[in-house]
């Protein structure tokens, strides 16, 4: 939500993740994989946000978010994700523990 926040009295969102284990890692790199705990996941995002129809504005008519990322669990707590914007071209890359300690 960077340079744009959303507004509107009314709001649906659709999040999604599908997390996988290491199995792809241990193919790759052997048993390192399990000893560092890696894994990946997809998440998305998709929403928007809009006004009553008393104050319909049309620059509020299509305001749709929709994203599609992917995360890299290493250590079992940290993920390193990156995250495309669909309805826009941007991309960010971030990192987020996963538990806290």
Request: without cysteine; charged residues 25%; hydrophobic residues 40%.
């Amino acid at each position: 939500l960077r340079n744009r926040p959303y507004e509107g009295e009314h709001y649906a969102a659709l999040f999604y993740e599908w997390r996988w284990g290491s199995g792809l890692f241990e193919r790759l790199m052997g048993p390192r994989a399990w000893r560092w705990d890696m894994g990946w996941a997809m998440h998305g995002g998709h929403g928007r946000t809009w006004l009553s129809a008393v104050d319909f504005d049309v620059r509020q008519a299509n305001t749709w978010h929709h994203e599609l990322g992917f995360s890299l669990t290493l250590l079992d707590y940290l993920n390193v994700d990156m995250t495309w914007r669909l309805d826009r071209a941007e991309r960010r890359l971030g990192l987020s523990f996963v538990r806290s300690f």
